[in-house]
């Protein structure tokens, strides 16, 4: 759906959007890119491919202009929003749990500077990939297991590779420079654990005790592997499950911020404030605000409906 100004162009409907309180679910949007009045995040790592046209983002500290024929992989735990588009673009965004991408058998450089905001970028288009994304949609979109984990396995092969080609990695000046450490399968595998226990139970009170007594491992192990593998300490990752918990809350017209502080796990409402201003920038009222600066026609937030995200 286009307005007057921008024909050709769609805008994001925040009030549509669920990738962010589904932590654990695998989300897939294909369809027309929309622009987004305010920046969002979720727990996935999100992957791109763009069918035709442009795609323009505004990552965490530094554009990524994708084009087509890109394939971009990125940590959608930072803010991040679809700043412009060219006109009548297409493409597939690819929500992954977190558990997937530690799957991945990406050098360690490579995953943690992913964790830490930047964007990896296929270097030059591969003439397979558009028929490959069109298959995965599908199947991912399905509703049969065995369908999901095959498109699931192919993905994850295919974005392993892009190490082997040209490629570009995307980042702020301002990164960590800090020497990432190799991490071993059987750490992999007691952050996986890690992570299913945490997105079952991000909306209750726990610390690091319970998670490390369900990955059956003890709670300082637990805290090192994890900040060594991810880049980020388990008590930040619980808060990112919360805000994007509370961030879809928000959304909706009689939402308290107040409420919502206590419905997305955070004990006080002082907490919330100072966590959410710390991740998006802002208040929790002022990106309420934010969201909701543009209405969508009802031709347009019946587009939006079929999608989910952007």
């Known amino acids: ?48 491919y763009v069918f035709r046209g442009t795609v323009d983002y505004e990552m965490h500290g530094h554009p990524v ?5 890109d394939l971009c992989i990125f940590w959608g735990g930072l803010p991040h929003r679809v700043v412009d588009t060219s006109e ?28 830490r905001g930047a964007a990896l970028v296929t270097g030059r288009p591969d003439p397979g990939d558009a028929t490959s994304f069109a298959r995965w949609s599908a199947y991912m979109q399905s509703g049969e297991a065995s369908r999901v984990n095959h498109a699931l396995e192919e993905l994850l092969l295919r974005v392993e590779r892009i190490r082997f080609d040209p490629y570009r990695l995307v980042e702020a000046d301002d990164l960590p420079a800090t020497r990432p450490e190799a991490t071993d399968q059987q750490s992999f595998q007691n952050i996986g654990r890690i992570c299913a226990f945490v997105v079952e139970n991000f909306r209750h009170q726990i610390d690091c005790a319970d998670i490390a007594v369900f990955a059956d491992i003890h709670p300082k192990y637990a805290m090192n592997v994890f900040k060594k593998s991810t880049g980020m300490t388990l008590n930040e990752y619980v808060s990112l499950l919360r805000l994007s918990y509370a961030q879809a809350l928000l959304m909706q017209d009689d939402a308290k911020v107040l409420q919502v502080a206590m419905d997305s796990g955070f004990g006080s409402l002082s907490a919330f404030n100072k966590t959410f201003r710390k991740i998006a920038g802002m208040s929790p009222s002022e990106f309420r605000r934010g969201a909701r600066l543009r209405p969508l026609s009802t031709a347009e937030i019946g587009r939006a409906e079929h999608g989910s995200p952007h």
């Open 88 to 115: 009548d673009p297409f493409y597939v965004a690819i929500h992954l749990p977190l558990i997937h991408f530690f799957r991945l058998q990406l050098p360690p450089d490579i995953q943690q500077r992913l964790m």
């Open 65 to 69: 202009h994708l084009e087509e024929g």
């Open 1 to 48: 759906m286009s307005d007057g100004k921008n024909p050709g162009k769609r805008y994001w409907d925040p009030l549509k959007s669920t990738v962010e309180r589904v932590p654990n679910t695998l989300v897939v949007s294909h369809m027309q890119p929309g622009i987004m009045p305010v920046a969002h995040w979720h727990a996935q790592v999100e992957i791109n």
